[in-house]
């Protein structure tokens, strides 16, 4: 799990938004499987326990819980973002409470983030960086689970053959 957050966070550097969104994406399903759960429910449910406390806040002076987004939202993005290249989430019919995302790219300090209701507007970075350290303290969870750690060891990795000398 590590290696996959390390590279969103290395996308992240090189100002990829694309490409560390994409990877961000897949890693509620990834976590999912690794727990022996598959489908857009598993999905679901990891982001809504691992993720979704940083998509609800207290709101109004009865301070009442507001969801910007939950895993349902979450699960939206990922089919129209992975599949289309869309933000547009209201044909996606699992999307609860946003119908549309605008991404963007805050400047240092002044995050934009979380505004409006629709679409709702997410800083791309921040919402990476969400997933990952979910992901992080998820890992940190199972750690001592012998059986997640040999499912992990079946997750994808790269032999980097131009680095030698190496054997195969």
Not at 94 to 119: E, Q, Y
Request: aromatic residues 8%; glycine residues 8%; negative net charge.
């Amino acid at each position: 799990m590590q290696a996959i957050t390390k590279d969103v966070r290395l996308a992240l550097d090189a100002k990829l938004w694309r490409a560390a969104l994409a990877l961000a994406l897949t890693i509620p399903d990834v976590c999912a499987r690794l727990q022996g759960e598959k489908g857009r429910s598993a999905y679901v449910r990891w982001f809504d326990a691992h993720v979704g406390d940083r998509y609800r806040r207290p709101i109004g002076p009865q301070q009442r819980e507001y969801i910007f987004m939950d895993g349902r939202d979450a699960y939206a993005l990922r089919c129209a973002y992975l599949h289309q290249q869309s933000l547009d989430t209201d044909e996606q019919e699992i999307k609860h409470v946003v119908d549309k995302f605008k991404l963007t790219i805050s400047p240092a300090g002044f995050p934009i983030h979380l505004n409006g209701g629709d679409p709702l507007q997410v800083d791309v970075r921040i919402l990476c960086e969400d997933i990952c350290a979910g992901a992080d303290a998820w890992a940190e969870q199972h750690a001592g689970d012998k059986a997640m750690q040999e499912r992990m060891q079946g997750l994808a990795s790269f032999l980097d053959l131009g680095s030698g000398p190496f054997s195969i």
